[in-house]
């Protein structure tokens, strides 16, 4: 017995499911017992079911290259990664915790500013916000709700502690590889689903259909919702037409939509128009409507945000969201909290040093090597700096950057990221970095995924788990262990 | 129904037709490879006049053996007709309109998709080449078979049949057209002969042959076969039974009327023929007017239901 993870070395890392003496972990311990007792051959069987059953599931995503578009299948590694339920349970109230008073704070910052002038948060947070919207100023969405669906990112430290990353707030995709991963996991290794208590995540797109039905503005039986798309091209288009599928509702592109002389959204169909009440956006703001932002986009639909504005079709997430997604918001979101809900913040923020604050800019400077660089509005990795992982010019150059707009950039301790086993070979496992992204959703009531989606950095000591950049995903479990 | 939805389903059910009956029509010609007499030799480039492919096919290859016909109508990607390209299509319009088909359809067009890439070299080669347009028609069928089972009987439902018989009744002409040439080509004294042979091949192909027996209760003879597959009322590929289901499909939906008159007159011009010195060059002619009919046809369904003309709202 304990062939498999004999010889698994988790090094100072916070291992998921192997503890430092080389025990299994509570929630892991029936996991393990049963890997353990697979042959190699029969290990490596079950990862080729799985690579066969992720191609014939077509599950994928868009790449972008300079030969064109790719539509590359999606890295799966059979592994699951565990989590106790108690421990989720305060997890998943630290994240609601987190979104009530995110979207406590975009509402404000669209009305009375007044975590501005009570001296919260400082003011070049909007004047300098490339995600601030003057247009949506004095809108008041249903339940003061902006951010209605949001993916957090959640890293472990050596310590096994919890962080927040970062919230995004835009259109945070995953979700839908979250339950693929499932659904091949449980093709995979079915036996393991008879014994352990692992808890369901089937309920996710039934969820998120409440959560948009409850936005509708004409109180029906049956509001029309809608999945906006940007169309096939987009990285995430196999995500909108599975939760379209799954929530049972039209995949639409902006020219299936037209505004009507009422300014209400209209689809068109074989029937003649339709009025649609919900639009789950999956559009960038600045794509949404062509008469207000980009002139030139044929993505969006022109007169969108005056429907919108007139209060005849929700949307989801809400224009100028995307605020509360930037970098330097992250900083202070704590006190974002201890601010609108008087509450002590559940989940702790990483470490953040501001390059705009002189103090902070001053120590980024010269701890370049050592810490990690992002710019405040990006998404998908791109434009970082890792600097124990990076050569003097590259220091040089964010140095320079950071000097030229230091508005525009965060720096953090480079964390020492939790891993798990992950198969790297015929039966041979090692460990390798992950983060853990629940979705939470907000508008009459506030949910969150069980678990999340856990993405698995693939090469060995790399930090970087984006699917963009050849990270992969594991399953996520979360696991009752009473009894155990 | 959306009506990008709507012509994405139409289209996505006219590719897969094609992927089946592209199968069946290259099907007929190798089976009769191992039952004609040694001396006759049948020209596979017929295929490639039935399909309407004689320049694009210049284009590509110099010489019209079986080997370059078989590329051409399988494998090749820059003919938009090949089994692969049509295969493609299906996949490409199926990934627009997932969320309105049973889930597991992506996962059969899939699986489809990755065999008949992977085994591609069985369809063109001869040895294995039954076993891999089979197992094409098998899983076209299976798809359809998940349809029939699982889809509700919506607009949608109603898109994909019409596109799936217009294809069909396409097809069956130029299936009809494929037979009927290799007789013309073929001496006098031998078109007897092979009468024979050859139709009782299309109709195996279409898996028709049983029906054809109980039916008509005869031999098999030309003008019998073809009339078969263009009238019969109850054969669910014959060109009569592709109309009526058209029709059908078309009166559930919005705006059907033009569509059955127009179906109406296809289905006038429906005959079969009576003795088989018919089958010859009118007949090929008459099979290209069809075909004809049936473009207009479908320029009508584009008209009616895909361009969507921005109503009065509200």
């Known amino acids: ?484 | 129904m959306l009506s990008r939805v709507a012509e994405r389903l139409y289209w996505c059910a006219r590719y897969l037709e094609r992927v089946e009956n592209t199968a069946r029509l290259v099907s007929v010609y190798d089976d009769l490879l191992y039952d004609l007499p040694r001396e006759i030799a049948i020209s596979w480039y017929n295929l490639i006049e039935i399909n309407s492919g004689v320049e694009l096919f210049e284009q590509r290859y110099k010489v019209k053996d079986e080997r370059n016909v078989l590329k051409f109508l399988l494998a090749d990607d820059t003919n938009p007709g090949s089994l692969l390209s049509s295969l493609k299509m299906v996949r490409e319009n199926l990934r627009t309109t997932r969320d309105v088909v049973p889930g597991e359809m992506w996962e059969l067009i899939n699986e489809l998709d990755l065999y008949a890439k992977q085994h591609i070299k069985q369809g063109i080669n001869r040895s294995e080449r039954h076993t891999y347009l089979n197992t094409i028609i098998g899983g076209c069928q299976k798809i359809i078979g998940l349809l029939s089972g699982s889809m509700d009987r919506g607009a949608g439902w109603c898109f994909l049949n019409i596109g799936r018989y217009l294809e069909r009744a396409d097809m069956n002409t130029r299936i009809l057209d494929a037979a009927n040439s290799v007789l013309m080509q073929s001496r006098e004294e031998e078109s007897v002969k092979l009468g024979q042979v050859i139709w009782s091949k299309v109709l195996k192909s279409q898996s028709a042959y049983l029906s054809f027996r109980r039916t008509m209760r005869s031999s098999i003879k030309g003008a019998m076969a073809a009339t078969f597959l263009l009238t019969d009322p109850h054969f669910p590929r014959s060109q009569l039974f592709c109309l009526e289901q058209i029709k059908l499909a078309a009166s559930a939906l919005p705006r059907s009327e033009v569509i059955a008159h127009q179906v109406n007159m296809l289905l006038q011009n429906t005959h079969g023929v009576e003795r088989s010195e018919d089958l010859n060059q009118e007949f090929s002619r008459y099979l290209n007017d069809i075909q004809l009919s049936i473009i207009a046809l479908h320029h009508q369904i584009t008209d009616n239901w895909f361009q969507y003309m921005q109503g009065d709202a509200a």
């Not at chain 1, 916070?14 to 393990?32: F, T």
């Not at chain 1, 919702?225 to 039209?250: D, R």
Request: glycine share 6%; aromatic share 10%; charged share 25%.
């Open chain 1, 1 to 484: 017995m304990n062939k498999l993870t004999k010889n698994y070395d988790p090094d100072a890392y916070y291992d998921e499911l192997i503890d430092q003496s080389g025990n299994p972990r509570p929630p892991a311990q029936r996991l393990l017992k049963y890997l353990n007792s697979l042959s190699a051959d029969e290990l490596e069987k079950r990862r080729l079911t799985a690579e066969a059953t992720v191609q014939e599931m077509g599950i994928s995503f868009t790449v972008y290259t300079e030969e064109g578009n790719i539509d590359r299948t999606w890295p799966f590694d059979i592994i699951p990664r565990t989590i106790e339920a108690k421990e989720w349970a305060v997890t998943e109230a630290g994240l609601k915790q987190r979104l009530t008073a995110l979207n406590r704070f975009i509402d404000d910052l669209y009305h009375d500013q007044n975590c501005i002038k009570d001296g919260i948060i400082p003011e070049y947070i909007i004047t300098k916000s490339k995600n601030f919207r003057p247009e949506c100023v004095g809108v008041s969405p249903a339940y003061g709700v902006w951010a209605h669906i949001c993916g957090t990112d959640l890293v472990r430290d050596e310590t096994g502690q919890f962080y927040v990353l970062e919230d995004n707030l835009r259109v945070p995709s995953g979700v839908s590889y979250m339950l693929e991963n499932r659904a091949i996991t449980k093709r995979v290794l079915p036996e393991l689903f008879e014994n352990d208590d692992i808890k369901p995540i089937a309920d996710y797109p039934s969820q998120l259909f409440e959560t948009l039905a409850a936005l509708s503005p004409r109180k029906i039986e049956r509001p029309e919702i809608v999945v906006l798309t940007p169309g096939i091209y987009n990285s995430a288009y196999f995500e909108h037409a599975f939760l379209a599928q799954q929530m049972g509702v039209e995949l639409v592109e902006g020219s299936d939509l037209f505004i009507g002389n009422d300014d209400c959204v209209y689809t068109k169909t074989i029937y003649g128009p339709e009025r649609v009440d919900v639009i789950y956006r999956r559009i960038d703001d600045l794509y949404l409507d062509p008469e207000v932002f980009e002139p030139d986009s044929v993505l969006g639909v022109p007169g969108l945000m005056r429907a919108w504005k007139a209060g005849n079709v929700a949307l989801a997430n809400a224009p100028g969201a995307g605020v509360a997604d930037d970098k330097v918001v992250y900083a202070y979101v704590p006190d974002l909290i201890r601010y609108y809900l008087d509450e002590e913040p559940i989940l702790p923020n990483v470490t953040t040093y501001l390059c705009e604050r002189d103090d902070h800019r001053e120590y980024v400077l010269q701890n370049l090597d050592k810490l990690v660089v992002k710019p405040a509005n990006e998404s998908g990795g791109y434009g970082m700096l890792v600097g124990p992982h990076s050569s003097k010019k590259d220091q040089q150059l964010f140095a320079e950057l950071i000097q030229a707009n230091p508005r525009n950039y965060i720096a953090q301790p480079t964390l020492k990221l939790s891993t798990a086993p992950t198969l790297v070979g015929k039966g041979t496992l090692e460990p390798r970095h992950l983060d853990l992204r629940p979705f939470i959703l907000q508008s009459k009531d506030t949910y969150v995924t069980t678990g999340g989606l856990t993405r698995v950095a693939m090469k060995k000591g790399s930090l970087v788990v984006n699917s963009s950049q050849g990270g992969g995903s594991k399953d996520t479990w979360i696991v009752e262990t009473k009894g155990v």
